[in-house]
């Protein structure tokens, strides 16, 4: 039986939803392709971007099902270095979707012990949506429960070049030895340093794809895809990725 944990707020829906999940092996780190705000608002005659605002709702859903479980990373994939070529209505909409969120959620994040994160590129956003992220990863840095970790104007290609880049720039400087290489390493280079790698990837809207998302750190990870569109990805659906999840065998290339 689930040691269920209390969520301090609003109640967390699905309780009663939670298959038998095996509390030995929930995984760490989940991280989710939130994919088919879009359709999910076309489908309903809305504007692309309501099915934004339903999206960033479900966002604080999902935390709260990952959080009762004993996830310990969860990872939101919010805006790809290739999503700046959006139309840019859409693309400030979005940009402004954590000025939102965070004001209206970070008293109930925080009563949870939430630690807000961000893997990406400063860079490039603008201020106001930095200062709002900035803001809740200071106003909960000493949070230790879940790490809720918005992947935010990030792209892998890039990470991985700027860490390769980095990496040479190190053996120059006579930082590190190029013979001292290994995968702990080259992983300490990465934005997403110190996190764990993900044990479990969840994409919704029927893509079969992974579009350019930690293709370093999913090296060995479950996936899970889903027809649902984002909006519509329940907590119920969350506990049916988790129970796929524990049915796999995770072999790491061996037997
Ligand atoms: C992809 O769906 C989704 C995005 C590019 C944005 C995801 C962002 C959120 C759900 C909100 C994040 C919340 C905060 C607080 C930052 P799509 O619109 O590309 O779907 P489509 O393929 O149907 O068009």
């Known amino acids: 039986m689930i040691p269920f944990k209390k969520w301090f707020g609003s109640k967390p829906q699905g309780e009663e939803l939670i298959p038998r999940l095996d509390s030995d092996n929930i995984p760490n780190h989940v991280a989710v392709i939130m994919d088919g705000n879009g359709r999910w608002a076309q489908k309903r005659g809305l504007p692309r971007v309501a099915g934004h605002h339903s999206g960033m709702k479900n966002v ?19 805006f790809s270095t290739e999503n700046w070529k959006r139309p840019k209505e859409e693309v400030e909409y979005l940009m402004k979707l954590p000025l939102e969120f965070f004001p209206k959620e970070i008293e109930e994040l925080i009563a ?20 709002a992220i900035e803001d809740a990863i200071e106003q909960t840095k000493h949070n230790d429960g879940l790490i809720l970790n918005f992947a935010l104007n990030y792209g892998s290609r890039k990470e991985m ?15 590190i030895s190029a013979d001292a290489i ?15 790698d993900p044990d479990l990837l ?13 293709l370093w750190q999913l090296a060995y990870s479950e996936l899970w895809f889903t027809d649902l569109c984002w909006p519509e990805f329940s907590e119920q659906h969350f506990y049916e990725a ?14």
């Open 182 to 196: 290994d995968e702990s390493l080259f992983s300490s280079y990465l934005l997403t340093n110190p996190l764990p």
């Open 242 to 255: 988790i129970g796929e999840y524990q049915r796999r065998a995770r072999r790491y290339g061996g037997l």
């Open 112 to 131: 949870n012990n939430v630690q807000i994160r961000m893997t990406g590129w400063k860079e490039g956003l603008p201020e106001y949506t930095l200062k």
């Open 60 to 78: 604080k859903k999902i935390t709260m099902a990952a959080n009762a479980i004993g996830v310990n990373v969860l990872t939101m994939y919010a």
């Open 161 to 175: 070049l700027s860490g390769v880049k980095q990496m040479a720039q190190d053996i120059t400087d006579g930082v």
């Open 202 to 214: 969840i994409r919704t809207s029927g893509e079969l794809r992974i579009s350019n998302f930690m």
